[in-house]
């Protein structure tokens, strides 16, 4: 099973960028998926952005379409998260997650899970 390592998260103010990044060890397929998710203090935890490993194709939660990207870098093994813009409603912690097989936004269709990173946006 995949491990998964989140970094990059912090403290920030309204309208700046901030990227994450997820290192992933262990045998990563084709077939693997890729997601970020995030849960804010009281709320469940949500889906953010996907993308296939294969060819790259990307997904995203229309709350963050045109503000992140979503992107994997096959030979580092690791898929990054770029925010812009940020709001404070992006503060959260954020979760690396893979899966193996078709795209989801579901969250318990994920079965590798890292241990989260702080994004703290400030108005």
């Known amino acids: 099973q995949v491990q998964l390592v989140e970094s990059g998260g912090g403290l920030v103010q309204a309208g700046d960028s901030l990227r994450l990044s997820c290192a992933a060890s262990?045998?990563?397929?084709?077939?693997?998926?890729m997601g970020w998710f995030r849960q804010a203090p009281g709320k469940e935890r949500g889906f953010v952005a996907a993308v296939k490993w294969s060819n790259g194709g990307t997904y995203y939660a229309d709350s963050v379409k045109g503000r992140f990207t979503i992107s994997r870098d096959n030979a580092k093994n690791t898929v990054y998260l770029q925010m812009n813009s940020l709001k404070p409603e992006d503060t959260a912690v954020y979760y690396c997650a893979a899966k193996r097989g078709p795209v989801s936004d579901y969250e318990a269709d994920f079965g590798s899970w890292g241990q989260g990173t702080q994004v703290t946006v400030s108005s």
């Open positions: 262990g045998p990563i397929f084709s077939n693997y998926v």
